[in-house]
């Protein structure tokens, strides 16, 4: 329901899917009740088979539903950086992307990384929405 609702009512969520729907990334979107790490959602590569890469997006908790499509728009940003990246193929090529393009979010026990990009994107969607601000 995220996804349909998202592409019919955000032009920025609509470029993420259709950036992702033509790469070699497989997307898998799940939503778990609550994060062990206080996140609201991650994007994680699992591996690589048969031609395609296949990422992870986790939404945590249960959010409104503006909100969790804009979380979600966040975590299509990521994958669709890793989709930009072709050289992405495993966990640690993953890892490597991120130290380039974002920023550590998390603290020494944990690997957690953000990018203005997935931070402007969330922020878009959450626009495209009919929200004046992402704290609304």
Do not use: K, N
């Not at 790469?23 to 062990?36: G, N």
Request: hydrophobic share 45%; net charge negative.
């Amino acid at each position: 329901m995220l996804l349909q609702r998202g592409a019919a009512d955000s032009p920025t969520f609509r470029a993420l899917l259709h950036a992702i729907e033509h790469s070699d990334v497989i997307v898998h979107v799940e939503q778990v009740m609550q994060s062990a790490h206080g996140l609201a959602g991650a994007t994680r590569f699992i591996t690589r088979a048969g031609g395609y890469r296949y990422v992870r997006i986790t939404l945590y908790g249960v959010w409104p539903v503006h909100q969790a499509i804009a979380i979600l728009g966040h975590e299509l940003q990521h994958a669709s950086e890793m989709a930009s990246a072709g050289w992405v193929i495993d966990q640690q090529t993953c890892l490597e992307l991120f130290q380039t393009i974002g920023r550590r979010t998390c603290d020494d026990q944990h690997i957690c990384f953000d990018t203005e990009a997935a931070v402007i994107a969330g922020h878009r969607v959450w626009s495209d929405l009919g929200h004046a601000d992402a704290g609304e």
